[in-house]
């Protein structure tokens, strides 16, 4: 079986609700996977918007979820110290900051993509930002999946 992810919030290639937005109550949409490959011992997140005016554009990135881990939870970035580690994003700030396309722009493509990963943690700090953790997170995926929403302001 292949590494699958999926919303209870929204399906894909459909729009994320308002709720999960910037300009909404900004929280990270519960997300559930299953089949990791066998030799998984970690997790990696990364949440982007490939239409944004000036390139992708980098929302939300997790690292380190424990491989016994198959969901997480709706506002997941504001869990305990012992939760995963979350990176800077392209706002400035290690948690998850949902959509927001500029007015009158077409619907953007918000990609949720996760990485089950044959490393217990990755050691790239948290201040590094979300591309340099996927960087590093690349160098040991065992398998990929994701899941795109869309969203307009």
């Known amino acids: 079986m292949a590494l699958t992810l999926m919303s209870p919030a929204f399906t894909q290639d459909n729009p994320i609700p308002k709720k999960y937005a910037r300009s909404g109550e900004n929280l990270l949409p519960p997300l559930k996977w299953g089949g990791a490959p066998q030799g998984t011992r970690s997790f990696a997140l990364v949440v982007e918007d490939p239409d944004a005016p000036r390139g992708t554009f980098r929302h939300c990135g997790i690292a380190n979820i424990p491989s016994d881990w198959d969901a997480l939870a709706e506002s997941a970035d504001t869990a305990p110290e012992n939760a995963p580690r979350f990176y800077r994003n392209d706002f400035g700030n290690a948690r998850y900051d ?3 396309p500029p007015r009158g722009d077409k619907a953007h493509h918000y990609i949720f993509r996760l990485a089950a990963l044959d490393v217990p943690r990755l050691s790239v700090p948290s201040d590094a930002g979300i591309a340099s953790m996927w960087n590093e997170a690349s160098k ?9 929403g869309t969203y307009q302001s």
């Not at 040991?140 to 795109?148: C, D, G, P, V």
């Open 98 to 100: 949902g959509p927001q």
């Open 140 to 148: 040991h995926m065992l398998a990929e999946a994701s899941i795109t």
